[in-house]
């Protein structure tokens, strides 16, 4: 039913700024993750089934925004002044229940997506 695909990862220095993008199969509430080298995988944003309420980790709050496009089912990791300390795997994910305000618990999300790479040099 629920699938997610991740795309926007890349190499960049620190200071610039990428966009990532979550393609999901229809309308959910949406989390972002990342898991960097050696750590365990880490909450970074959420956004509501309705877009109107959002969530950050404090480590990117001010600097990352998450957005979505409903007409395309399509969610956005907006990430500027990178640091090296950014770089990892960023993965999106739906809670189990989809139409929700923003959850930051990894165990509510039943759904992820293969990740994608943000490598972020000094």
């Known amino acids: 039913q629920v699938q997610l695909v991740e795309s926007g990862g890349g190499l960049v220095q620190a200071g610039d700024s990428l966009r990532l993008s979550c393609a999901a199969s229809?309308?959910?509430?949406m989390g972002w993750f990342r898991q960097a080298p050696g750590k365990e995988r880490e909450f970074v944003a959420a956004i509501s089934w309705s877009g109107r309420t959002t969530d950050y980790a404090g480590s990117v709050k001010g600097r990352f925004t998450i957005s979505r496009d409903n007409a395309k089912f399509t969610v956005y990791l907006q990430m500027n002044s990178q640091k090296p300390e950014d770089t990892a795997v960023y993965y999106c994910?739906?809670?189990?229940?989809?139409?929700?305000?923003?959850?930051?618990?990894?165990?509510?999300?039943?759904?992820w997506g293969q990740g994608t790479q943000v490598i972020v040099s000094s």
């Open positions: 994910a739906t809670p189990e229940n989809p139409y929700s305000g923003t959850v930051s618990r990894q165990d509510a999300y039943a759904y």
């Open positions: 229809g309308r959910y509430a």
